[in-house]
Structures are given as structure tokens and as C-alpha cells.
């Protein structure tokens, strides 16, 4: 079966570049997704990238898949202390947009 | 600008009891969705429903039922609570989008 993997906790200084890494082992995955969650609250889509591309930017998100290795990363720039939070990785394949989440990795950031 | 809500923020039931987890969405979708969320596991899918009355099994069904008798109303009932459901259960909608996804803000449920 599917199986999306993360990292617990991260720690880093507000300023500094994070970068929270995944790997799944399901190979059909037609997209790769990034969710944010703030305490208290539901997730947020942060991202996502179609499984033909290799990398995606969005202001100060950067997304690089590895297809060979099946190795997700997000790359927060400039990190600032509301980018705390719980981030999820997670792959989809199929109809339904049936996701498939990782652990969740606890963004902590130092001011 | 509400999207999807849930019934409750805090629910505390005693094992045995029936409890019924109610969700809403407000943005026409066909998908909706029920997840329990525990520390060091992430997300897991329990049940998800693609049409009004349809229902497909998740993850981990066990110990759970739903309902979709409403486009924008998806329940998910606890027949009898039992301590190892204590968890937060967070419901979901999706559109054809595949950006279209909304997360409610979370049920903390306590069996004790």
C-alpha cells in the first residue's frame, strides 16, 4: 500500500530558508501536495505539483520533486514566525482526489 | 467566508455512548470526506462519499459509519464509542479543481 513518510519536527531561526523533506513509495501518484496546519485549525492547501515536473515556485514556496528517488521537498524562504505550524505531504492517484497523507512534520521557528 | 464546519469544536462521550459527528460544506462540492487525525500518524482516511447516499470505505472503517442523505451534510457515527476512537476528526470537501480543497477546523473527540 501506500506509504508517505516525514520527519517529526524541525527547528529554525526566524530569517533562515526551511526545508521539510518526504518520500512516498507509491510510484502511480499523479500529484503531490503540501498542507499547512496552524494550531487549532483545519488544513490549508499550501501547494501542489503534477508528478511530470520536477519543480514549482510560488513566492516563497519552492517545491522540488525527485521522481527516481520518490522524494518530495518544500523549501520555505525567509522563514517568519506565522510560518509555524504542522506540514503535510501527501500523493493522490486516480479519481476522487483520494489522498494519501505523510505524518506531518512540526515546523518550529526561533525568533 | 465559511467553507466547511463542523458540529462540534470539543466533544467528551463515555465509552458505549452513539455520537454522531455532523459536517457541512457550503460550495456545492461532490466529495466529501472523514479523517482522524492522531499525533505521529498524520491523517487517515475512515470514510469518503462522492454523491449524495454514495459512501466508500477508507483506510480504516472499522468502528464507523456514515451518512449522506444532503449534498452539503456528511455525518460520521460512532455506533458505540470506544477509548482507542479518542482523536480528532477532521472533515473534508473537494471540487473538480484540483486546488478545490477544504478542510473543516477539527472535532477533538474524548472517549473516556
Known amino acids: 500500500g501506500e506509504d508517505v513518510e516525514q520527519s517529526l519536527f524541525l527547528s529554525v531561526r526566524e530569517g533562515d530558508s526551511s526545508v521539510i523533506n518526504c518520500t512516498y513509495t507509491?510510484?502511480?501518484?499523479?500529484?503531490l501536495y503540501w498542507y499547512k496546519q496552524e494550531p487549532g485549525a483545519g488544513l490549508q492547501l499550501l501547494t501542489y505539483?503534477?508528478?511530470?515536473?520536477d519543480m514549482k515556485q510560488d513566492q516563497r514556496l519552492t517545491v522540488l520533486l525527485n521522481k527516481k528517488d520518490k522524494h518530495l521537498s518544500l523549501r520555505i524562504a525567509d522563514t517568519q514566525t506565522g510560518d509555524s505550524a504542522i506540514y503535510f505531504c501527501?500523493?493522490?492517484?486516480?479519481?476522487?482526489?483520494?489522498?494519501?497523507f505523510g505524518t506531518g512534520t512540526k515546523l518550529q521557528v526561533i525568533p | 467566508d465559511v467553507k466547511v464546519t463542523q458540529s462540534s469544536r470539543y466533544l467528551v462521550k463515555r465509552t458505549g455512548e452513539k455520537v454522531f459527528l455532523e459536517c457541512v460544506q457550503d460550495m456545492d462540492h461532490e466529495n466529501m470526506f472523514w479523517y482522524r487525525q492522531d499525533p505521529g500518524l498524520g491523517l487517515r482516511l475512515i470514510y469518503f462519499s462522492y454523491d449524495v447516499k454514495m459512501k466508500e470505505k477508507g483506510d480504516i472503517p472499522e468502528g464507523y459509519s456514515v451518512s449522506r442523505e444532503k449534498k452539503e451534510r456528511f455525518s460520521l457515527i460512532l455506533e458505540s464509542a470506544s477509548t482507542n476512537q479518542t482523536s480528532m476528526y477532521l472533515c473534508?470537501?473537494?471540487?473538480?479543481?484540483?486546488?478545490?480543497?477544504?478542510f473543516g477546523p477539527g472535532t477533538r473527540l474524548t472517549v473516556t
Open positions: 473534508a470537501s473537494t471540487g473538480t479543481g484540483i486546488d478545490e480543497q477544504y
Open positions: 507509491d510510484s502511480s501518484s499523479t500529484y
Open positions: 505539483i503534477f508528478s511530470n515536473m
Open positions: 501527501a500523493e493522490s492517484y486516480g479519481g476522487y482526489q483520494k489522498v494519501t
